[in-house]
């Protein structure tokens, strides 16, 4: 798919029926440890182990974003990157009847996110240099990986629109453009050699930045909603995960991780009254000790407890969803779980 894109039969059916943007990018408790393997197929004196290294630490380099990424020589991994073992494309083609990318040889094939994890590998054609594409610099195997890296972190072609079409759901990235002709992630040619354009640098920002837009599902499947936006109560009662329900979460200013704020949609933050023990509303403009949660995981996977910072009380959804919410429970149990959906808007 797209050229460059692997993935399972069974992948295929949980993309096209899901809002692949929302289910298939890192979770939030994956984002800060990826491990990275390159296995013994790839030889130790190849050119390509320093090409990926170099794209490792051009992923680290950017600026306020969550993810970090670390080679392994051994122990468990979440990446591994391999030999395609003749399964990617070595030639030219210039059939007529088959889309573009096709025609390219392929240099590298990554995955795409599953679980919440990053997507599992990354193929590297050891020959294509034999045939058509003829010698690669270690600046066009560098962009190369830092693109099927990408690909891992779940992000589809930039210009994929124009050359491929709509393959299914795919979701464009608010604040972004339709043609960034020098985006890493554009349609892969193994011949560039560029890094990350300035929209590149935006659209990892906003999916992986420090701050996180999320929206909070209850125990019964209803959404936190600051109403109007911001600017008064707050209800977990919302059906959809749209504009009011979305928050940017982030490290406390004050405090930093584990303890977080959440930011409605006009730029107010959620406060619970008196610093918790009454109701919640969106209406404070600063991120003080009111506004300032522990974030507590919970046993099961990507479920999340806030637990106010001065009271020690939790957040609650009333009856698990369906009324207000309120910082006034004393116990982490069902109608005080959260799980954080990340948001588009």
């Not at 050119?47 to 600026?63: E, F, S």
């Not at 066009?140 to 990408?150: D, E, L, R, V, W």
Request: aromatic share 14%; glycine share 10%; charged share 15%.
């Amino acid at each position: 798919m797209q050229g460059d894109i692997l993935f399972p039969l069974s992948y295929y059916k949980e993309i096209s029926s899901k809002h692949w943007r929302t289910e298939t990018l890192v979770s939030f408790e994956n984002q800060t440890n990826i491990r990275v393997k390159i296995d013994n197929s790839i030889p130790p004196t190849s050119q390509w182990r320093t090409a990926i290294n170099q794209a490792i630490t051009n992923w680290n380099n950017i600026p306020d974003c969550r993810l970090n990424f670390s080679l392994v020589t051994s122990g468990q991994f979440d990446i591994l990157i391999k030999s395609d073992d003749g399964v990617l494309e070595d030639y030219l083609c210039s059939c007529s009847w088959i889309p573009y990318p096709y025609y390219l040889p392929v240099a590298a094939a990554g995955t795409f996110p599953v679980g919440g994890k990053p997507g599992s590998e990354i193929l590297i054609n050891l020959d294509v240099e034999d045939f058509d594409a003829g010698p690669l610099s270690l600046a066009q195997k560098t962009y190369n990986i830092s693109h099927n890296i990408g690909h891992c972190m779940g992000f589809l072609h930039t210009d994929a629109h124009v050359h491929e079409g709509v393959w299914y759901n795919d979701v464009f990235i608010p604040g972004t453009s339709f043609n960034d002709e020098f985006s890493i992630m554009n349609s892969q040619d193994l011949w560039r050699d560029w890094s990350f354009s300035q929209m590149d640098v935006f659209a990892i920002q906003y999916l992986y930045g420090v701050g996180r837009r999320v929206c909070l599902r209850t125990s019964n499947g209803h959404y936190v909603q600051a109403l109007n936006g911001g600017g008064g109560n707050v209800v977990a009662s919302s059906t959809n995960p749209y504009a009011w329900e979305t928050f940017h979460l982030m490290e406390s200013p004050l405090y930093g991780h584990p303890y977080y704020v959440l930011q409605a949609r006009n730029g107010n933050y959620l406060q619970a009254a008196n610093g918790g023990g009454g109701n919640v509303v969106a209406n404070s403009p600063n991120p003080w000790d009111w506004e300032t949660f522990e974030l507590i995981p919970g046993q099961e996977k990507g479920t999340y407890f806030f637990r106010t910072k001065t009271t020690g009380h939790f957040l609650q959804a009333e009856n698990g969803g369906g009324g207000n919410l309120n910082a006034t429970s004393n116990n982490p149990w069902a109608w005080e779980s959260f799980v954080l959906i990340n948001s588009h808007f």
